[in-house]
């Protein structure tokens, strides 16, 4: 709706994870060579974790629009599934064919090391990415453990890529998944944006939509907009897409604090709560050391005062 009134492209806010829109913070891009890394140097398993709404997904889908032709991929998006829906998505994505035989387990795996055998012969490597993945099951996360089995001598023939929630590290310390979480020697943990790097983050978002000098976000909305979301690139994009609109119905070229404001009290308490208790510490705390100093200083009064007197009056 307000694109055209700031001469946008496109809103420049959307919450789908598109590649184009991706900000390298130091955290994103930290992530992005460790998958990078991982499927490279072929090292099998590679685990990046995260909170809901910092990017993943959007960095799985850059690292997947980016891999070149010697790499094949397969992306499960779908984890609620079961060890069997595993192997026929991964032949499914990979475009593997049964040629008339049952559709087992052991032929799904006997298929897939073919063509696996068949890219390594051909210098090809192969990476599998599953979204979601805390929410896999033992079965399933025991039958990818079984997958990276499939290897040479020297090197791994598939690269597994789990992204998930930091639950999912919680699941893989299970006792049962002790043999899985030992071949893990990739990891990340994305965490959210600070403050400097969430108002370099709404100004890319806007240069990738065309923005120009038409629209800009003064330093304290940025800031509000940062205590508000807390780093978080899902949240920050909610608030920036409300006060946008709130600007546009406003003719305002630019986002001030209390457009931002507005903007965070329209999307509602899920935001607010958190951040008025925060607010309502701060506020207490400021008053108790303001009451505090004050008390020392008219503590320091009265005693200088009481020694001056003393000394005045003991003085020949």
Known sequence: MYADYFGLKENPFNLSPDPRYLYFSRQHREALHHLIYGITEKKGFIVVTGGIGT????????????????????????????DMELLETILQELHISLN?????KKNCVDALNDFLLA???????????IDEAQNLSHEVLEQLRMLSNLETEREKLIQII???QPELQDLLMSPSLRQLNERITVRYDLTPLDRKSVRSYIRHRLAVAGAGETVSFSTPATYLIYVYSKGIPRRINAICDRAMLIAY???????????????IGDIGKNYL????????????TMLLIVLM????ALAGLVYGDMISEYFGSSSP
């Not at 890219?119 to 990415?129: E, Q, R, T």
């Not at 119905?249 to 903007?263: M, N, P, Q």
């Not at 709560?273 to 207490?284: A, D, K, L």
């Open 293 to 296: 100093a004050s008390a020392a």
């Open 162 to 164: 789990l992204i998930g």
């Open 100 to 104: 008339g035989r049952e559709k087992t």
């Open 119 to 129: 890219c390594f012969a051909a210098g090809k490597n192969c990476v599998l990415l």
């Open 249 to 263: 119905t406003r003719e305002e070229a630019t986002v001030g604090l209390k457009t931002a404001w507005d903007a």
């Open 273 to 284: 709560t958190p951040v008025r208790e925060r607010s309502r510490r701060i506020w207490m």
């Open 55 to 82: 990017g993943k997904t959007t960095i799985s889908r850059t690292l997947l629009a980016n891999l070149d032709d010697g790499i094949e991929s397969a992306l499960i998006f779908n984890s609620a599934i079961t």
